[in-house]
Protein backbone atom coordinates (compact mmCIF):
# COMPACT_ATOMS: atom_id res chain seq x y z
CA UNK A 1 0.00 0.00 0.00
CA UNK A 2 2.90 2.20 0.82
CA UNK A 3 4.60 1.79 -2.07
CA UNK A 4 1.79 2.45 -4.42
CA UNK A 5 1.21 5.69 -2.62
CA UNK A 6 5.02 6.72 -3.69
CA UNK A 7 5.03 5.00 -6.64
CA UNK A 8 1.81 6.94 -7.77
CA UNK A 9 2.77 10.95 -6.08
CA UNK A 10 6.33 9.36 -7.80
CA UNK A 11 4.44 9.35 -11.52
CA UNK A 12 2.21 12.61 -10.89
CA UNK A 13 4.91 15.07 -9.81
CA UNK A 14 7.18 13.42 -12.64
CA UNK A 15 4.51 14.03 -15.37
CA UNK A 16 5.01 17.97 -14.67
CA UNK A 17 8.54 18.34 -13.82
CA UNK A 18 9.59 21.76 -14.27
CA UNK A 19 6.49 22.87 -12.43
CA UNK A 20 7.41 20.49 -9.49
CA UNK A 21 10.55 22.25 -9.27
CA UNK A 22 9.13 25.63 -9.88
CA UNK A 23 6.58 24.66 -6.85
CA UNK A 24 10.15 23.35 -4.77
CA UNK A 25 12.02 26.74 -5.01
CA UNK A 26 10.73 28.43 -2.33
CA UNK A 27 11.32 25.19 -0.02
CA UNK A 28 14.78 24.55 -2.22
CA UNK A 29 15.83 28.67 -0.81
CA UNK A 30 14.13 28.30 2.62
CA UNK A 31 16.05 25.20 4.08
CA UNK A 32 19.84 26.38 1.10
CA UNK A 33 19.46 29.66 3.67
CA UNK A 34 18.97 28.07 6.88
CA UNK A 35 21.75 25.69 6.12
CA UNK A 36 24.09 27.94 5.24
CA UNK A 37 23.18 30.33 8.14
CA UNK A 38 23.71 28.14 10.50
CA UNK A 39 26.42 26.12 8.98
CA UNK A 40 28.49 29.63 9.32
CA UNK A 41 27.14 30.18 12.70
CA UNK A 42 28.41 27.13 13.82
CA UNK A 43 31.25 27.80 12.25
CA UNK A 44 32.03 31.31 14.28
CA UNK A 45 31.20 29.30 17.47
CA UNK A 46 33.97 26.83 16.77
CA UNK A 47 36.68 29.29 15.51
CA UNK A 48 35.84 31.26 18.94
CA UNK A 49 36.46 28.22 21.08
CA UNK A 50 39.43 27.33 19.09
CA UNK A 51 40.60 30.66 19.50
CA UNK A 52 40.16 31.01 23.41
CA UNK A 53 41.00 26.69 23.97
CA UNK A 54 44.11 27.42 22.13
CA UNK A 55 45.44 29.70 25.17
CA UNK A 56 44.16 26.85 27.67
CA UNK A 57 41.61 26.61 30.70
CA UNK A 58 42.92 28.65 33.39
CA UNK A 59 42.98 32.15 32.21
CA UNK A 60 41.52 34.99 34.17
CA UNK A 61 40.62 38.17 31.82
CA UNK A 62 40.58 41.58 33.74
CA UNK A 63 39.03 44.81 31.42
CA UNK A 64 39.40 48.38 32.58
CA UNK A 65 36.28 50.47 32.32
CA UNK A 66 36.00 54.43 31.52
CA UNK A 67 34.12 56.50 33.85
CA UNK A 68 31.09 57.86 32.95
CA UNK A 69 30.91 60.78 34.97
CA UNK A 70 27.31 61.50 35.12
CA UNK A 71 26.11 58.04 35.84
CA UNK A 72 29.63 56.57 37.51
CA UNK A 73 31.50 53.27 36.43
CA UNK A 74 30.73 51.45 33.68
CA UNK A 75 31.93 48.09 32.05
CA UNK A 76 31.79 49.25 28.78
CA UNK A 77 35.30 50.54 27.62
CA UNK A 78 38.67 49.95 27.27
CA UNK A 79 39.97 52.78 25.27
CA UNK A 80 39.89 56.66 24.77
CA UNK A 81 41.77 59.50 26.42
CA UNK A 82 42.16 61.35 29.99
CA UNK A 83 39.03 62.13 32.00
CA UNK A 84 39.09 65.63 32.95
CA UNK A 85 36.65 66.55 36.28
CA UNK A 86 34.79 63.99 38.63
CA UNK A 87 35.47 62.27 41.53
CA UNK A 88 37.64 59.95 40.24
CA UNK A 89 39.41 61.23 37.00
CA UNK A 90 42.31 60.25 38.08
CA UNK A 91 41.61 56.42 36.52
CA UNK A 92 38.98 57.10 34.12
CA UNK A 93 41.14 54.10 32.31
CA UNK A 94 40.95 52.03 35.64
CA UNK A 95 43.93 49.33 34.62
CA UNK A 96 47.34 50.80 35.20
CA UNK A 97 50.94 49.20 34.81
CA UNK A 98 51.03 49.93 38.67
CA UNK A 99 48.07 47.16 39.14
CA UNK A 100 50.13 44.67 37.01
CA UNK A 101 52.86 44.77 38.85
CA UNK A 102 50.82 44.28 42.32
CA UNK A 103 49.32 41.30 40.69
CA UNK A 104 52.46 39.85 39.76
CA UNK A 105 52.96 40.14 43.63
CA UNK A 106 52.97 36.44 44.84
CA UNK A 107 51.83 37.62 48.51
CA UNK A 108 48.99 39.33 46.55
CA UNK A 109 48.36 37.39 44.13
CA UNK A 110 49.84 33.62 45.41
CA UNK A 111 47.80 31.47 43.02
CA UNK A 112 48.48 33.74 39.76
CA UNK A 113 51.56 32.25 37.89
CA UNK A 114 51.90 34.58 34.65
CA UNK A 115 50.17 37.90 34.85
CA UNK A 116 50.38 39.31 31.05
CA UNK A 117 49.02 43.11 29.75
CA UNK A 118 48.31 43.92 26.54
CA UNK A 119 47.88 47.31 24.64
CA UNK A 120 46.62 47.24 21.56
CA UNK A 121 46.17 49.33 18.54
CA UNK A 122 45.36 49.91 14.60
CA UNK A 123 48.88 50.09 12.75
CA UNK A 124 49.93 50.70 9.26
CA UNK A 125 53.23 48.90 8.38
CA UNK A 126 55.33 48.73 5.47
CA UNK A 127 58.60 46.60 4.52
CA UNK A 128 59.58 48.08 1.51
CA UNK A 129 56.80 48.16 -1.28
CA UNK A 130 54.82 45.87 0.90
CA UNK A 131 51.72 47.51 3.04
CA UNK A 132 49.96 45.65 5.74
CA UNK A 133 47.06 47.24 7.82
CA UNK A 134 46.07 45.71 10.84
CA UNK A 135 46.66 45.57 14.82
CA UNK A 136 49.67 45.76 17.05
CA UNK A 137 49.50 43.77 20.45
CA UNK A 138 52.04 44.99 23.36
CA UNK A 139 52.68 42.83 25.96
CA UNK A 140 55.16 41.35 28.70
CA UNK A 141 57.95 38.81 27.68
CA UNK A 142 55.75 36.21 30.06
CA UNK A 143 52.83 36.40 27.32
CA UNK A 144 54.75 33.90 25.33
CA UNK A 145 54.43 31.59 28.28
CA UNK A 146 50.64 32.00 29.01
CA UNK A 147 50.07 31.18 25.58
CA UNK A 148 52.72 28.61 24.72
CA UNK A 149 53.26 30.97 21.30
CA UNK A 150 56.24 28.94 19.91
CA UNK A 151 58.01 30.33 17.10
CA UNK A 152 59.11 29.60 13.46
CA UNK A 153 61.90 32.01 13.01
CA UNK A 154 63.81 33.90 15.58
CA UNK A 155 62.70 34.00 19.30
CA UNK A 156 60.33 35.87 21.27
CA UNK A 157 62.15 39.10 23.30
CA UNK A 158 63.52 39.01 26.06
CA UNK A 159 62.91 41.13 29.74
CA UNK A 160 66.27 43.33 28.58
CA UNK A 161 64.17 44.23 25.33
CA UNK A 162 61.01 44.79 27.42
CA UNK A 163 62.48 47.27 30.22
CA UNK A 164 64.70 48.97 27.42
CA UNK A 165 61.30 49.70 25.19
CA UNK A 166 63.37 47.77 21.74
CA UNK A 167 61.68 48.59 18.47
CA UNK A 168 61.25 44.57 17.94
CA UNK A 169 58.43 43.45 16.39
CA UNK A 170 57.30 39.26 16.42
CA UNK A 171 55.02 39.19 12.60
CA UNK A 172 51.66 36.58 12.87
CA UNK A 173 51.34 34.69 9.90
CA UNK A 174 49.08 37.13 7.98
CA UNK A 175 50.92 40.12 8.62
CA UNK A 176 53.95 38.23 7.01
CA UNK A 177 52.40 36.87 4.28
CA UNK A 178 51.44 40.40 3.46
CA UNK A 179 54.95 42.35 4.71
CA UNK A 180 57.15 39.11 2.95
CA UNK A 181 55.51 37.23 0.10
CA UNK A 182 58.29 35.65 -1.07
CA UNK A 183 58.79 33.74 2.42
CA UNK A 184 62.30 33.26 4.40
CA UNK A 185 63.58 34.34 7.67
CA UNK A 186 62.48 37.76 8.00
CA UNK A 187 64.29 37.70 11.08
CA UNK A 188 66.39 40.98 11.35
CA UNK A 189 64.45 42.87 8.57
CA UNK A 190 63.57 46.20 9.08
CA UNK A 191 59.85 47.72 8.98
CA UNK A 192 58.28 50.56 9.94
CA UNK A 193 55.10 50.33 11.75
CA UNK A 194 53.36 53.78 11.77
CA UNK A 195 56.76 55.56 10.45
CA UNK A 196 58.30 54.50 13.21
CA UNK A 197 61.16 52.02 12.31
CA UNK A 198 61.17 48.68 13.94
CA UNK A 199 63.50 44.96 13.49
CA UNK A 200 61.82 42.18 12.80
CA UNK A 201 62.94 39.86 15.83
CA UNK A 202 61.19 36.62 14.90
CA UNK A 203 57.97 34.82 13.24
CA UNK A 204 55.62 33.81 15.22
CA UNK A 205 53.67 30.31 14.52
CA UNK A 206 50.32 29.65 12.99
CA UNK A 207 47.81 29.09 15.78
CA UNK A 208 44.70 28.88 13.63
CA UNK A 209 43.65 29.15 9.57
CA UNK A 210 46.58 31.80 9.52
CA UNK A 211 44.18 34.37 7.38
CA UNK A 212 42.75 37.92 8.64
CA UNK A 213 40.91 38.06 11.47
CA UNK A 214 42.28 35.39 13.17
CA UNK A 215 44.89 34.87 16.30
CA UNK A 216 47.49 34.72 13.24
CA UNK A 217 46.40 38.27 12.00
CA UNK A 218 48.90 40.28 14.90
CA UNK A 219 52.16 41.93 15.50
CA UNK A 220 53.38 41.76 19.29
CA UNK A 221 56.14 44.05 20.38
CA UNK A 222 57.22 44.93 24.27
CA UNK A 223 54.53 46.82 25.59
CA UNK A 224 56.51 49.27 26.90
CA UNK A 225 57.27 50.54 23.36
CA UNK A 226 53.92 50.58 22.55
CA UNK A 227 53.07 53.04 25.27
CA UNK A 228 56.02 55.11 24.37
CA UNK A 229 56.54 55.69 20.84
CA UNK A 230 53.29 54.19 19.21
CA UNK A 231 50.20 54.91 21.17
CA UNK A 232 51.31 56.82 24.36
CA UNK A 233 48.19 57.53 26.81
CA UNK A 234 48.30 57.63 30.71
CA UNK A 235 45.85 58.59 33.49
CA UNK A 236 45.55 62.46 35.02
CA UNK A 237 47.89 60.55 37.92
CA UNK A 238 50.54 60.19 34.74
CA UNK A 239 50.04 56.31 35.37
CA UNK A 240 50.78 54.16 32.35
CA UNK A 241 47.57 52.56 31.44
CA UNK A 242 47.29 48.95 29.76
CA UNK A 243 43.90 47.68 27.20
CA UNK A 244 43.77 44.23 29.32
CA UNK A 245 45.40 41.95 31.58
CA UNK A 246 45.19 38.28 31.66
CA UNK A 247 46.46 36.39 34.05
CA UNK A 248 47.47 32.61 33.87
CA UNK A 249 46.05 30.95 37.25
CA UNK A 250 48.01 27.90 39.25
CA UNK A 251 45.91 25.24 37.44
CA UNK A 252 41.95 25.32 36.45
CA UNK A 253 40.88 24.48 39.87
CA UNK A 254 41.93 27.40 41.30
CA UNK A 255 40.47 30.23 38.68
CA UNK A 256 37.72 30.80 40.72
CA UNK A 257 40.59 31.64 44.09
CA UNK A 258 42.69 33.47 41.42
CA UNK A 259 39.61 35.74 40.66
CA UNK A 260 38.62 36.36 44.31
CA UNK A 261 42.55 37.65 45.10
CA UNK A 262 42.43 39.80 41.87
CA UNK A 263 39.15 41.51 42.82
CA UNK A 264 40.29 42.07 46.02
CA UNK A 265 43.72 43.66 45.32
CA UNK A 266 42.10 45.84 42.29
CA UNK A 267 39.59 47.01 44.50
CA UNK A 268 41.75 48.06 47.51
CA UNK A 269 44.45 49.62 45.29
CA UNK A 270 41.57 51.82 43.51
CA UNK A 271 40.10 52.90 46.88
CA UNK A 272 36.45 51.22 46.79
CA UNK A 273 34.54 50.85 49.45
CA UNK A 274 32.48 47.69 50.31
CA UNK A 275 29.14 48.97 48.85
CA UNK A 276 31.38 50.54 45.89
CA UNK A 277 30.93 49.35 41.92
CA UNK A 278 34.02 48.29 40.60
CA UNK A 279 35.42 50.11 37.95
CA UNK A 280 37.11 47.19 36.62
CA UNK A 281 35.88 43.82 35.14
CA UNK A 282 37.18 40.66 35.97
CA UNK A 283 35.85 37.14 34.44
CA UNK A 284 37.21 33.83 33.86
CA UNK A 285 37.68 32.40 30.00
CA UNK A 286 34.35 29.91 31.10
CA UNK A 287 32.16 33.13 31.18
CA UNK A 288 33.44 35.11 28.28
CA UNK A 289 32.96 31.49 26.23
CA UNK A 290 29.19 31.34 27.90
CA UNK A 291 28.37 35.11 26.79
CA UNK A 292 29.58 34.97 23.19
CA UNK A 293 28.59 31.21 22.52
CA UNK A 294 24.73 32.90 23.80
CA UNK A 295 25.64 35.86 21.32
CA UNK A 296 26.39 33.53 18.61
CA UNK A 297 23.68 30.97 19.24
CA UNK A 298 21.10 34.02 19.39
CA UNK A 299 22.31 35.62 15.84
CA UNK A 300 22.51 32.55 14.15
CA UNK A 301 18.62 31.16 15.52
CA UNK A 302 17.75 34.82 14.32
CA UNK A 303 18.78 34.56 11.03
CA UNK A 304 17.76 31.55 10.46
CA UNK A 305 13.83 32.26 11.43
CA UNK A 306 14.56 34.68 8.95
CA UNK A 307 15.84 32.66 6.12
CA UNK A 308 12.73 29.95 7.48
CA UNK A 309 10.14 32.66 6.28
CA UNK A 310 10.78 31.46 2.99
CA UNK A 311 9.65 28.15 3.85
CA UNK A 312 6.09 29.39 4.42
CA UNK A 313 6.31 31.61 1.42
CA UNK A 314 7.30 27.63 -0.23
CA UNK A 315 4.76 26.08 1.64
CA UNK A 316 1.72 28.53 0.10
CA UNK A 317 3.16 27.84 -3.35
CA UNK A 318 2.70 23.43 -2.69
CA UNK A 319 -0.98 24.57 -1.32
CA UNK A 320 -1.71 26.80 -4.69
CA UNK A 321 -0.17 23.77 -6.90
CA UNK A 322 -1.83 21.21 -5.00
CA UNK A 323 -5.32 22.67 -5.58
CA UNK A 324 -4.82 23.37 -9.26
CA UNK A 325 -3.34 20.07 -9.43
CA UNK A 326 -6.64 18.39 -8.07
CA UNK A 327 -8.46 20.35 -10.44
CA UNK A 328 -6.78 18.73 -13.26
CA UNK A 329 -7.15 15.38 -11.93
CA UNK A 330 -10.91 15.96 -10.94
CA UNK A 331 -12.26 12.73 -13.20
CA UNK A 332 -9.08 10.83 -12.01
CA UNK A 333 -9.95 11.15 -8.58
CA UNK A 334 -13.55 10.33 -9.43
CA UNK A 335 -12.91 7.23 -11.58
CA UNK A 336 -10.59 6.05 -8.60
CA UNK A 337 -13.46 6.90 -5.96
CA UNK A 338 -15.91 5.39 -8.51
CA UNK A 339 -14.27 1.87 -8.74
CA UNK A 340 -13.74 1.57 -4.34
CA UNK A 341 -10.94 3.84 -3.27
CA UNK A 342 -11.40 5.16 -0.08
CA UNK A 343 -11.69 9.45 0.93
CA UNK A 344 -8.83 8.45 3.43
CA UNK A 345 -6.46 7.06 0.61
CA UNK A 346 -7.53 9.89 -1.40
CA UNK A 347 -6.50 12.60 1.00
CA UNK A 348 -3.31 10.34 2.14
CA UNK A 349 -2.01 10.27 -1.72
CA UNK A 350 -2.21 13.75 -1.97
CA UNK A 351 -0.90 14.42 1.51
CA UNK A 352 2.12 12.16 -0.02
CA UNK A 353 2.31 14.53 -2.69
CA UNK A 354 3.02 17.10 -1.14
CA UNK A 355 5.44 16.02 1.34
CA UNK A 356 7.55 14.68 -1.18
CA UNK A 357 7.15 17.47 -2.91
CA UNK A 358 9.00 19.17 -0.11
CA UNK A 359 10.92 16.43 0.96
CA UNK A 360 12.47 17.18 -2.64
CA UNK A 361 12.93 20.82 -2.02
CA UNK A 362 14.44 19.69 1.09
CA UNK A 363 17.36 17.78 -0.22
CA UNK A 364 18.14 20.04 -2.88
CA UNK A 365 18.02 23.10 -0.49
CA UNK A 366 20.58 21.15 1.78
CA UNK A 367 23.30 20.06 -0.91
CA UNK A 368 23.19 24.32 -1.84
CA UNK A 369 23.22 25.16 1.43
CA UNK A 370 26.01 23.15 1.93
CA UNK A 371 28.28 23.93 -1.04
CA UNK A 372 27.17 27.92 -0.42
CA UNK A 373 28.29 27.73 2.83
CA UNK A 374 31.70 25.95 1.54
CA UNK A 375 32.46 28.88 -0.93
CA UNK A 376 32.06 31.68 1.62
CA UNK A 377 34.17 29.34 4.02
CA UNK A 378 36.78 28.83 1.43
CA UNK A 379 37.18 32.17 0.01
CA UNK A 380 36.69 34.47 3.36
CA UNK A 381 39.37 31.75 5.06
CA UNK A 382 36.87 30.95 7.61
CA UNK A 383 35.49 27.61 9.13
CA UNK A 384 31.72 26.43 8.45
CA UNK A 385 30.23 23.60 10.28
CA UNK A 386 26.94 21.86 8.75
CA UNK A 387 26.09 19.10 11.84
CA UNK A 388 23.73 16.28 11.48
CA UNK A 389 21.50 17.93 13.55
CA UNK A 390 20.83 20.78 11.71
CA UNK A 391 19.88 18.77 8.32
CA UNK A 392 17.65 16.55 10.26
CA UNK A 393 16.12 19.46 11.57
CA UNK A 394 15.82 21.22 7.56
CA UNK A 395 14.83 17.96 6.34
CA UNK A 396 11.97 17.43 9.26
CA UNK A 397 11.00 21.31 8.94
CA UNK A 398 10.33 20.74 5.10
CA UNK A 399 8.37 17.79 5.24
CA UNK A 400 6.14 19.42 8.12
CA UNK A 401 5.48 22.21 5.87
CA UNK A 402 4.52 19.71 3.10
CA UNK A 403 1.91 18.14 5.78
CA UNK A 404 0.71 21.23 6.87
CA UNK A 405 0.31 23.00 3.38
CA UNK A 406 -0.85 19.85 1.78
CA UNK A 407 -3.64 18.81 3.89
CA UNK A 408 -6.32 21.07 2.96
CA UNK A 409 -6.09 20.37 -0.86
CA UNK A 410 -5.65 16.47 0.03
CA UNK A 411 -8.71 17.06 2.27
CA UNK A 412 -10.38 18.67 -0.71
CA UNK A 413 -9.35 15.77 -2.95
CA UNK A 414 -11.04 13.27 -0.67
CA UNK A 415 -14.40 15.22 -0.41
CA UNK A 416 -15.51 15.16 -4.15
CA UNK A 417 -18.37 13.34 -5.11
CA UNK A 418 -17.26 10.42 -7.65
CA UNK A 419 -20.57 11.04 -9.94
CA UNK A 420 -19.54 15.19 -9.84
CA UNK A 421 -16.16 14.54 -10.20
CA UNK A 422 -16.70 11.86 -13.75
CA UNK A 423 -19.34 14.43 -14.84
CA UNK A 424 -16.70 17.16 -14.47
CA UNK A 425 -15.47 18.64 -17.89
Known amino acids: MLFEIIRVAVKALAANKLRSVLTALGIIIGVGAVIALVALGNGVDAFINQQFNAQGANLIFVFPARIDLKNGA ?9 AQGGNRAGIALSLTTEDIDALSNPSLVPDAVVV ?11 AGDAKYSGRVRGTTPSYQNLNDWSM ?36 GAEIRI ?14 GTGGEGTDDDTIIVPMT ?23 GARNKDRVDATLSEVTEVLR ?22 STVGTITDTLTLFLAAVAGISLFVGGIGIMNIMLVSITERTREIGLRKAIGAKSRVI ?30 SYFANFPSLVTLPSVLIAVGFSMLVGLV ?5 AWRAAQLSPISALRYE
Not at 116 to 126: E, H, R, S
Request: hydrophobic share 45%; no cysteine; glycine share 12%.
Open 268 to 289: QRHGIQFSGEDDFSVATQRDLL
Open 347 to 376: LVQFIAEAMMLSLLGGVIGIVIGWSVASVI
Open 74 to 82: SRSGFAGGN
Open 152 to 187: TYGTWFDDSAYASRARVALLGAWPYSRLFPDGGDPT
Open 225 to 247: TVRERLFPQKNSKGETTVGIAII
Open 194 to 207: NSVPFRVGGLLAKR
Open 116 to 126: APIAAGNIKVT
Open 405 to 409: FGVYP
